[in-house]
């Protein structure tokens, strides 16, 4: 019999430890495939974001290149009609009364459009936000259910993806009044090295009561856009001139942010748009007008309700509200809506 410390009984556990490393090299293959594939997952959902965020900055680029360069070349190619010359006074006494005031509030060829008068509006534009700090609540299954009081948060309106808005407004021509459909594409960035008073629980203990923001979040902002599209109730000011406007509106719709959340240690993160809640606006606003084209300077107060529902590690929901001042410019083509005249 061969001795037990022997060769020939050291060779067979030698063949048995190959055959268990064959398993397992077989069982990490598996597995690495299985993280591989999650990994080729999530950065396809990566890159179909970056290019719905790159797709959307070029279509408002060119919405807005549609509709400034029409206006822009028409300013160059459309002359401005003199007032007709005054008729004479038994031309002038044979006309109605009716037709009297129509020929006087004509001739809106030189941008003399009286605040009553039909048309619409198709503009695009930049700006600045500043958005007011506010509480972020987090909840989720396993014991996670903390308040983070008073985030910081900034806008950085001219970094990429930068600040800008569409919009489509049309007039009353009996009244001056409108209706606008606004679309803002806005951004928070939380300050995520700022020291914050935190409340509640976490992993089923009390959290730590001041902490930074970073020690509990990784990622937390809205970045791919604090989007709000809206529909807004517009009045023309008495306040005018031949070339300037006035207007104030209220609006209300849903806030449509891209979210990205992640806490600290979590395997992943959210990163996508969603519906999240309503939103509201209040703004007052200057016009000023050239033939076919305004430019506008406005002002926007925003208040917008998040319920974020998250998609990765243990799901669960975050909540906040960015309350923010807007300070926006831009220009737009006009359409002029001539009423059809009655006969």
Request: hydrophobic share 40%; glycine share 12%.
């Amino acid at each position: 019999m061969a001795d037990r410390g022997g060769p020939a009984h050291r060779a067979w556990p030698g063949h048995h430890r190959g055959a268990i490393g064959l398993g397992d090299m077989t069982s990490m293959q598996t597995l690495q495939l299985g993280t591989a594939g999650g990994r080729a997952g999530a950065s396809t959902r990566r890159l179909a974001a970056r290019w719905l965020a790159r797709s959307t900055e070029l279509a408002a680029l060119a919405a807005f290149l549609a509709i400034t360069v029409p206006g822009l070349l028409a300013q160059g190619t459309i002359a401005i009609h003199p007032a007709e010359p005054a008729e004479s006074a038994g031309e002038a006494s044979a006309e109605s009364p009716g037709e009297h005031a129509r020929g006087a509030n004509g001739g809106a060829h030189a941008g003399r459009i009286s605040a009553g008068e039909a048309e619409i509006f198709i503009g695009a534009y930049g700006g600045a936000p500043y958005t007011y700090r506010s509480d972020v609540r987090l909840k989720r299954p396993g014991g996670d259910d903390f308040t983070a009081h008073k985030v910081g948060w900034d806008g950085k309106p001219f970094v990429d993806p930068i600040y800008y808005g569409l919009r489509v407004t049309g007039w009353s021509g009996r009244a001056p009044a409108g209706a606008m459909f606004d679309f803002t594409h806005s951004k928070t960035y939380s300050r995520l090295d700022e020291v914050v008073s935190f409340t509640g629980t976490k992993a089923g203990e009390p959290i730590t009561p001041k902490a930074r923001l970073r020690d509990i979040y990784r990622r937390l902002e809205f970045t791919h856009g604090h989007n709000m599209l809206t529909l807004n109730a517009l009045y023309r000011l008495p306040f005018r001139t031949e070339r300037v406007r006035t207007y104030v509106g209220v609006g209300a719709g849903i806030a449509i942010p891209h979210a990205e959340v992640r806490v600290q240690k979590d395997p992943g993160r959210t990163y996508e748009y969603q519906v999240v809640g309503p939103a509201f606006q209040a703004l007052i606003g200057l016009e000023f007008r050239v033939p076919n084209i305004s430019y506008f300077l406005e002002y926007k107060f925003t208040f917008a309700s998040y319920n974020v529902s998250l998609t990765h590690a243990a799901k669960g929901n975050l909540w906040t509200r960015l309350v923010s001042h807007q300070v926006i410019g831009g220009l737009g083509w006009r359409i002029a809506r001539r009423p059809a005249v009655a006969k």
